[in-house]
């Protein structure tokens, strides 16, 4: 469980009840994009009160508040401009937003005054936006009784959704239940969605539902603790992924009938990755000479055109670029990201999609993750500058080339080093590409095949068809007698196609024997933990 923290600004700590029948209750002082300047004042008290001739002041000047009668419990928010408050948020029926020449308030230190018409100080406040997440609102804090609002001389950053809640209860207020959505969002390949409970009760058996258009699902979380939040993890499969793909709009509800119901929900907009194997890295150049930036290309072995506009490319410190709009990879096509347009130098057509920020990889090893705007994985390689080619003598420059696209990439033996005069082949085929040998459910080419890399017979590409449309998938390789000798796949995702290579080396590194082989296949369904087994004879023929 994870503690909700509250930030403090700087401002008035202390936790004494204030009893003035009219307050300030809310400010903006650093609004975003259009949305103007404004101050909430509210009636606590119990009556209708009238304000006549009192004044809304900063540290350098006041404006005078026109004549407004406020019913028990009613808010008005003070702005010069009624309009952009009204665009900016959606409020309430009954909030009153009064047209006032609100003095500018500074966007770094600053005071709020309230006075009378007597020009005796009502409220007031002193804000430090230094450690203030703007654009939030600065609300006071306090604690809804049944029968009224217990406010605090204490002020923190809104917590609401939308950075503000202008005309409405303050989030910050603690009520009674109060279990709301507080995040949504991907992970690799499950949405996270995180509840929280600010309210003063414990929160049992909570229902977290995700509608879509197609399904709806329900998960509970047993406990949820005042002051605490819980995160839920809902499989994409559970979702009817990879069978539903693509952009798809959420609605996620945590929660019903309680004291704070416009936090139980959220929208969200979901990026569905592809069938798994459908696109892939195929080249990376992660060590690259003066004048060139890293780069990595995608391959896609679908007949569907895939738009890339806003996925992710990131490295395992947490570095991203985002692809821009109009970067589409073409049915069995190529496209290449990189920081810079310098790797157009050495592409045969085309240009490269350029990231939005940098994403330097290490030169010796790293992660390469492709993800859909949602933060959903797609595809990953853990690369080493081991991955290159053992009779290669110089690497700097060069890159990485992956064997044939549908080769599984977080593996080493499907890659090598690009042996182009230029350094790698960044939008066109692979100078080390095969062809991949046509199967039915696994298939070895070239049979016989040589464990000397130096050979054009080396090594053994093993493509197969497994009949679910994700699963989790072993290949071995056997001697005859049944004695193990290599690992070519450990636990990897895999679609309903894909491929291994085998250099014809066991598990130690050493050369094996010429002779026949047994290559086997298990494949797990991720849905259903249906197993599939398929085995096939592979020779090494030196």
């Not at 609605?251 to 969200?268: F, I, L, T, Y």
């Not at 069938?275 to 290309?297: A, Q």
């Amino acid at each position: 469980m994870t503690p909700i923290l509250h930030v403090f600004c700087g401002l008035i700590l202390s936790a004494t009840i204030v009893k003035a029948q009219v307050m300030i209750t809310e400010i903006q002082p650093a609004p975003s994009g259009e949305e103007p300047e404004w101050v909430e004042i509210e009636n606590v008290g119990t009556k209708a009160s009238t304000i006549t001739g009192w004044q809304i002041c900063d540290d350098r000047s006041c404006a005078e508040i026109p004549a407004t009668r406020l019913l028990a419990g009613q808010r008005a928010i003070l702005t010069r401009d009624v309009a952009g408050v009204r665009a900016a948020s959606p409020l309430p029926p009954d909030a009153r937003v009064i047209e006032v020449a609100l003095p500018t308030l500074n966007n770094t230190t600053d005071a709020v005054v309230l006075r009378d018409e007597q020009l005796q100080r009502v409220d007031s406040l002193a804000y430090d936006l230094a450690r203030h997440p703007v654009p939030r609102s600065l609300e006071r804090q306090g604690e809804a009784t049944e029968t009224a609002v217990l406010y605090q001389d204490r002020w923190t950053p809104s917590v609401d959704r939308s950075g503000a809640t202008p005309g409405r209860l303050n989030s910050v207020v603690i009520v009674a239940s109060d279990v709301g959505i507080e995040s949504v969002k991907g992970a690799d390949d499950a949405v996270l969605v995180r509840v929280s409970n600010r309210g003063r009760q414990r929160m049992v058996d909570v229902p977290v539902i995700v509608q879509l258009p197609q399904r709806r699902l329900v998960r509970t979380v047993p406990v949820v603790e005042t002051g605490q939040s819980q995160e839920v993890s809902i499989p994409l499969t559970d979702l009817g992924w990879p069978l539903l793909q693509g952009i798809h709009q959420a609605q996620v509800v945590a929660g019903a009938g309680d004291s704070r119901p416009e936090n139980d929900s959220a929208d969200a907009v979901l990026h569905l990755p592809p069938r798994p194997g459908t696109v892939m890295l195929n080249e990376i150049l992660f060590d690259p000479l003066p004048g060139i930036d890293d780069y990595v290309e995608l391959a896609n072995t679908s007949a569907d055109t895939v738009d890339l506009g806003g996925w992710i490319l990131q490295d395992e410190g947490g570095s991203s670029g985002q692809f821009p709009t109009g970067s589409i990879l073409k049915p069995q096509g190529f496209l290449v990201a990189a920081n810079s347009s310098t790797v157009a130098d050495i592409m045969d057509s085309g240009v490269p999609s350029v990231l939005s920020s940098a994403v330097n990889f290490n030169s010796t090893g790293d992660r390469v993750m492709l993800r859909t705007p949602s933060g959903f994985l797609v595809d990953a390689a853990t690369y080493s500058s081991a991955w290159h080619s053992e009779h290669s003598d110089a690497v700097k420059g060069r890159a990485l080339e992956k064997r044939s696209p549908a080769l599984v990439s977080d593996h080493a033996s499907s890659w090598t080093t690009s042996t182009d005069p230029r350094g790698g082949t960044p939008g066109g085929p692979n100078t080390v590409a095969r062809r991949a040998p046509d199967t039915g459910t696994l298939g070895v080419s070239p049979s016989p095949f040589s464990s000397d890399e130096r050979s054009l017979r080396h090594p053994a590409m093993i493509t197969f068809e497994q009949p679910f449309t994700q699963a989790v998938a072993r290949m071995t390789v056997y001697t005859p007698e049944g004695a193990l000798v290599a690992d070519l796949l450990e636990s990897a995702y895999v679609g309903s196609r894909g491929g291994a290579v085998w250099n014809g080396r066991g598990a130690t590194g050493e050369r094996v024997s010429p002779g026949p082989y047994v290559v086997v296949l298990e494949c797990v369904d991720a849905a259903s933990s249906a197993v599939h087994h398929a085995t096939a004879v592979i020779v090494v023929g030196d």
